[in-house]
């Protein structure tokens, strides 16, 4: 039903190719700053980035390689191939650049990998790979244009793209080299033929396509093959009544169908390496259903624990969102549930990853819900329309603003994203330790070296699991520790035991000399992947000696 009372159902044809040109480009622009967060630097334990499940700087050259050209290969399993793939495709041409100028010697699967300047081509490869969830950032948010503008018109479809846009994640996701980005691009641009099917008709063009992205967004991150589940689901029972209606044969009625399924398990076979590689395609069944659910967070498998687990997603998704789009989306899939079901009928698919993921592994990360969060931001674009062409004038003029404010509000967040990456507290950490760390120092340390700041040469980072003693060692020199804020009701997570926690702040051989973090402009942070706390301890002798000042 159109959003004009009386008026005759609507189908958008999207304006020229200048509009989402326009949108891709802004959204580059916005998601590039930070980009560089947390590079590689030339040491064995810090030659990786700083994000959690980052891809960068080689895993995607090195799982390519073991697919299809090792004997013998070692690989990760904890995600498919395809987003290797993708990043492979920026990636292997810079390698194959310093191959043949001298650059790459004897690549090798340890430090320094065979590159003659690590610390440049580790932090290019990183550049690199983050920047394919860049174009894909941008790609996704014309999809959601491209979308909105079918389901409804193109102005709507303008106002989606800017809901998008303004996601707080796309800020984070769109530029690291985490699989997410990728996942979320290739569901919504299924999602995308998905509304031009049920708009119109099923073809045997749109069935290929969207078999495509049925393949290609499982086999970037499993959990959204349940969105395309649920899709064909639909598409499948749409198709066919209209096929009873118009008076097509069955044959004829179930070939694109058929076309369609075919595709999709042909393209899934193939981007997931399954094809290539079963024993990494089985490797990585095996991570997910047995490490891949190991979390200490889980919610109980009871009555309370599932309402929790609900009052969770919906935090969530509220901060993926942001309050205003999050308010606004409500009204608009109450507006399209009452006025246009067929619309209403598009983000039904949504529903899938918390009911067929989310529910049965009864935990959740903001990351999760992502396709979730996408299909509201576009029915909040839904409802700020509705209030753009409503017959009450005051609710006309009220439209502008809240378009504002809900976009204003999800890039503010966006934005405390962005400057809590450039000036992460382990910056400050780095440069404190440049100033007071010496050649033969030792600094401790619990967790993943991954996530250190710079430590210059010649000082020794060692591990520690239990105690801060270890021994036939003296004790180090320093102590440093990172606490990543988590849940909203939680006040630190740190790896360090207990134990060695009360040790080392209640007893007589450290000082704390430094405590660091950048504020963040909004409580609770929705990402806690970045800008950690960050405390440095300093042997009691060390502290009097150099004249460090204790805390």
Not at 425 to 449: E, K, M, T, V
Not at 459 to 488: Q, W
Not at 541 to 548: F, K
Request: aromatic share 12%; proline share 8%; charged share 15%.
């Amino acid at each position: 039903m159109s959003w004009s009372p009386g008026g005759p159902p609507h189908r958008a044809t999207p304006g020229s190719w200048r509009t989402p040109a326009l949108f891709f480009l802004v959204a580059v622009v916005l998601y590039l700053p930070g980009i560089w967060w947390g590079m590689p630097y030339d040491a064995p334990l810090r030659a990786r980035p700083w994000g959690w499940d980052e891809l960068a700087p080689l895993q995607s050259v090195t799982e390519v390689w073991g697919v299809f050209f090792a004997k013998n290969p070692s690989f990760n399993p904890q995600y498919p191939l395809m987003q290797n793939m993708v990043q492979a495709v920026l990636v292997l041409p810079y390698m194959l650049g310093l191959w043949l100028t001298g650059g790459l010697s004897t690549p090798g699967p340890t430090y320094p990998f065979g590159f003659t300047d690590p610390a440049a081509s580790l932090a290019m490869t990183t550049l690199l790979s983050r920047f394919a969830s860049v174009l894909m950032a941008a790609g996704t948010v014309v999809a959601a244009w491209r979308t909105a503008s079918v389901l409804w018109d193109e102005t709507t479809g303008r106002i989606a793209a800017m809901f998008v846009l303004t996601m707080s994640p796309m800020f984070f996701f769109g530029k690291t080299s985490n699989v997410d980005m990728g996942a979320l691009f290739w569901t919504a641009m299924g999602l995308m033929v998905f509304a031009e099917i049920l708009r119109e008709t099923l073809t045997t063009r749109r069935a290929i396509f969207i078999g495509v992205c049925a393949a290609f967004a499982p086999a970037t991150k499993d959990a959204n093959y349940s969105v395309f589940l649920v899709a064909g689901l639909i598409l499948t029972a749409t198709h066919l009544s209209r096929a009873r209606r118009d008076g097509v044969t069955r044959a004829e009625a179930l070939r694109p169908l058929a076309i369609g399924l075919v595709t999709a398990v042909a393209c899934y076979v193939t981007a997931s390496g399954l094809v290539f590689r079963p024993s990494r395609f089985m490797a990585h069944l095996q991570w997910i259903t047995d490490s891949g659910l190991d979390v200490p967070i889980r919610f109980p498998d009871t009555l309370v624990g599932y309402v929790g687990l609900g009052g969770r997603m919906l935090e969530v998704i509220t901060e993926c969102l942001g309050g205003p789009v999050a308010a606004l989306a409500a009204a608009g899939l109450a507006l399209c549930i009452v006025r246009d079901r067929r619309a209403a009928l598009w983000g039904l698919p949504a529903i899938g990853i918390p009911l067929l993921v989310i529910l049965p592994a009864r935990f959740v990360f903001l990351r999760f819900l992502l396709p979730v969060a996408y299909v509201l931001a576009i029915f909040a674009a839904a409802a700020v329309s509705a209030m753009w062409r409503a017959e009450w004038k005051p609710l006309r003029a009220l439209a502008p603003a809240c378009l504002a404010v809900a976009a204003g509000w999800s890039l503010l967040h966006g934005a405390d994203f962005v400057q809590q990456m450039i000036f992460d507290a382990r910056y400050d950490a780095g440069a404190w330790l440049h100033a007071h760390a010496r050649p033969g120092d030792r600094i401790a340390y619990f967790g993943r070296s991954a996530q250190l700041p710079v430590i210059e040469a010649g000082v020794t980072v060692v591990p520690r699991k239990e105690s801060l003693h270890a021994a036939g060692e003296p004790d180090p020199e320093f102590v440093l520790l990172e606490s990543m804020t988590f849940y909203a009701d939680a006040d630190r997570d740190q790896d360090i035991p207990p134990d060695a926690d009360r040790e080392l702040r209640a007893g007589p051989e450290y000082r704390e000399v430094l405590d660091v973090q950048r504020p963040a402009w909004f409580r609770p942070r929705a990402i806690w992947f970045f800008n950690p706390r960050v405390e440095i301890f300093a042997r009691a002798d060390v502290t009097a000696e150099r004249g460090l000042v204790s805390r």
